[in-house]
T-cell receptor, first 114, second 113 residues
Framework: GNSVTQMEGPVTLSEEAFLTINCTYT??????LFWYVQYPGEGLQLLLK?????DKGSNKGFEATYRKETTSFHLEKGSVQVSDSAVYFC?????????????FGKGTKLSVKP | DGGITQSPKYLFRKEGQNVTLSCEQN?????MYWYRQDPGQGLRLIYY???????QKGDIAEGYSVSREKKESFPLTVTSAQKNPTAFYLC????????????FGPGTRLTVL
């Protein structure tokens, strides 16, 4: 079945450091890929998405490229801020499904220190 | 302001009691979803509804029930049959034609004592 694997956290960085959170997926067909972010005590927010191979999603300085050859969708940011501290979830949607269900990874907690 | 409202933010119940979690949206979305979030396990789908008066079981529906009598509302009942109900519950909705771009509510943390 479809699944998402993302690097385990927590990840602790200093402000202005480079961030990479790895995400790989297993899916039949051609899924859409997403990164969601959850700030402390809140629900999830869509951060960025990519719907086909080689697409690059970007938002708020974060970016991720849909790599079909490596089945990956790694999240990157060049210079993190304290306000980026949150849990980040990689997710996929199987276009073959009729219900739009998302399959989530387990989440990676990011802590950014000043 | 359009959005999804879940209430209450924290809920405590005694073991053996049913409890209903509220989810309301004013985004005019047809599809709504309920997820359960446990530490280190990500989100798991409980139930979803694509239209009023229709809903489908997700991956972990046992011990839960839902109703969808109005487009705006999708309440979740955690029954006494749910063996481990203490968790963070998230409601979401999605716009027509973009079922995977889900908008989430702030969540309800349920603790069963």
């Amino acid at each position: 079945g479809n699944s998402v694997t993302q690097m385990e956290g927590p990840v602790t960085l200093s402000e202005e450091a480079f961030l990479t959170i790895n995400c790989t997926y297993t899916a039949t067909g051609y899924p859409s890929l997403f990164w969601y972010v959850q700030y402390p005590g809140e629900g999830l927010q869509l951060l960025l998405k990519a719907t086909k191979a080689d697409d690059k999603g970007s938002n708020k300085g974060f970016e991720a490229t849909y790599r079909k050859e490596t089945t990956s969708f790694h999240l990157e940011k060049g210079s993190v801020q304290v306000s980026d501290s949150a849990v980040y979830f990689c997710a996929l949607s199987d276009r073959g499904g009729s219900q739009g269900n998302l399959i989530f990874g387990k989440g990676t907690k990011l802590s950014v220190k000043p | 302001d359009g959005g999804i409202t879940q209430s209450p933010k924290y809920l405590f119940r005694k073991e053996g009691q049913n409890v209903t979690l509220s989810c309301e949206q004013n985004l005019n979305h047809d599809a709504m979803y309920w997820y359960r979030q446990d530490p280190g396990q990500g989100l798991r789908l409980i139930y979803y509804s694509q239209i009023v008066n229709d809903f489908q079981k997700g991956d972990i529906a046992e011990g839960y029930s839902v109703s969808r009598e109005k487009k705006e509302s999708f309440p979740l009942t955690v029954t006494s049959a749910q063996k481990n109900p203490t968790a963070f519950y998230l409601c979401a909705s999605s716009p027509p034609g973009r079922a995977s771009e889900q908008f989430f509510g702030p969540g309800t943390r349920l603790t069963v004592l």
